[in-house]
């Protein structure tokens, strides 16, 4: 497999705003002599996307459909909207095409299942890219917690002040339950992912409550088909109630809670809030010896660790700054992307797992599940063994001599 001289070739599906980290395929192969992948064909269903597709890849291959990609790529990156996820990245394992799918892994946990399953039948590589997994606050807060700094983790907490909601979620397809779900997946997959982690296990059984508070009250409404998010992102959007032309259909929670119990018995909860001033998220982990707390989720920020007895104390007994960018997370999205890269090309193991993924799927699906329904407590249905078996016990695909 593989065209002449391109090594490893590389589709992107969905040209929108994520599809920026496609470029990480270029920089990832500059800065690896081993690796040979470059981008040659994309994939999206609109015009506007086609021709975004153009401009950024001028010798790619641009189509229509993600099916006309079937002998033209050996490795896809999926950028599509959520609720497209299951469905296309079914049809490229099937295909031979290695996967990079975007998360959420999918909005149900059927889905998710079914695309695991089809992994697991097809032995087509599939990643699933949690980059926060890979942010530096994060890898900060593990360290932490696997030196034993803070005893034995018992509880986790993460309180996500998510201040760009209105911008990022209320004025697309994101708003549109069909579409998303919750944001309980589009939003929350990543830090569901993170207290997984830092806690050690998966969320077995989870209670969700939350509302439409604010942007449900605004009336100003239009269609904005054609523009990406960039094109009407403003700090200047403010108050949450002053927004305009927010998405014809808003009917996802603004704001929601979870509580968890992993299967190891560490409890959790996750807290969202899309009418906040101030965008970052904040952790507590608390164990039998200690505590850890994030002050800024970037470069700029630290993590603070108590380990002795007192009173209110904002100081800490040890503090550790977090490294990386200020802004964003370009850091984490190349580590992630040089990790899928190299995992095809080289058959190299990664540190991200589809089973992670799923079980971030089935905390937030079956959280927004019982906050739909009388807040019910849910427990997590368990995955096929065999598929188990397939991500924790993976067997080297053909395709992963690409580029080697
Ligand atoms: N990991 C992260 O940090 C991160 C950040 C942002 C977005 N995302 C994920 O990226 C995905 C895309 O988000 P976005 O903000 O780029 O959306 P977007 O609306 O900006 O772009 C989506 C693109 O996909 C195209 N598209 C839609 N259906 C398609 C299909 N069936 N086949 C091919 N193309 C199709 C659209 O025309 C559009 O160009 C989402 O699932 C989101 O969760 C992840």
């Known amino acids: 497999m593989g065209a002449d001289n391109a090594g490893l070739r590389v589709a992107v599906i969905g040209m929108g705003q994520r599809s920026a980290i496609a470029r990480h395929v270029a920089e990832a192969a500059a800065a690896d002599p081993a690796l040979h992948a470059q981008v040659v064909a994309v994939a999206d269903v609109t015009v506007a996307g086609r ?92 360290e932490i917690v696997d030196r034993g700094e803070i005893g034995e983790v018992k509880a986790v907490w993460c ?32 830090d569901l992912d993170v207290i997984h982690a830092l806690g050690g296990g998966d969320t077995s059984r989870v209670v969700g409550m939350g509302s439409l508070s604010v942007y449900g ?61 101030d965008y970052w998220r904040n952790y507590t982990v608390i164990g039998t010896e200690g505590r850890l707390e994030n002050i800024g989720d970037t470069g700029g920020g630290v993590v603070k660790v108590w380990t002795h007895r007192r009173g209110w104390d904002t100081t800490g007994d040890r503090e550790y700054p977090i490294d990386g960018v200020e802004d964003g997370h370009a850091d984490a ?53 065999e598929t188990i078996a397939h991500f924790t016990h993976p067997t080297t695909h053909p395709s992963q001599t690409v580029g080697s």
Not at 81 to 90: G, R
Not at 233 to 242: M, Q, T
Request: net charge negative; hydrophobic share 40%.
């Open 51 to 142: 021709e975004r597709g153009r401009a950024e890849y001028p010798d790619a291959l641009v189509v229509d459909h993600h099916r006309e990609l079937t002998g033209h790529a050996d490795a896809a990156i999926v950028t599509t909207p959520d609720w497209t996820h299951a469905e296309i990245a079914i049809d490229l394992l099937r295909a031979g095409i290695a996967v990079y799918l975007e998360k959420p892994l999918a909005i149900t946990v059927e889905d998710a299942d079914a695309v695991l399953n089809t992994a697991a039948e097809t032995g087509t590589p599939l990643y699933v890219g949690h980059n926060f997994r890979h942010a530096a606050v994060v890898r900060l807060m593990r």
């Open 159 to 190: 309180r996500h002040f998510v201040g760009n909601g209105g911008d990022y979620y209320f004025k697309d397809w994101h708003a549109d339950r069909a579409n998303v779900n919750s944001l309980l997946l589009q939003k929350a997959s990543h």
């Open 333 to 385: 999205d190349l580590l992630t992307m040089t990790e899928f890269l190299r995992s095809v090309a080289l058959g190299e193991p990664t540190e991200l797992s589809p089973i992670a993924a799923r079980a971030a799927v089935a905390a937030g699906a079956l959280a927004t599940r019982s906050l739909r329904n009388g807040s019910v407590p849910i427990d997590v249905p368990r995955l096929p063994a």
């Open 217 to 277: 009250d605004v009336t100003d409404r239009r269609d904005r088909s054609g523009e990406l998010m960039g094109d009407w992102f403003s700090h200047d959007n403010w108050p949450p109630l002053a927004q305009t032309g927010l998405n014809p259909v808003v009917d996802v929670e603004d704001v929601s809670m979870v509580m968890m119990t992993l299967d190891n018995g560490v409890q959790a909860s996750y807290e969202q809030c899309h009418f906040t001033p």
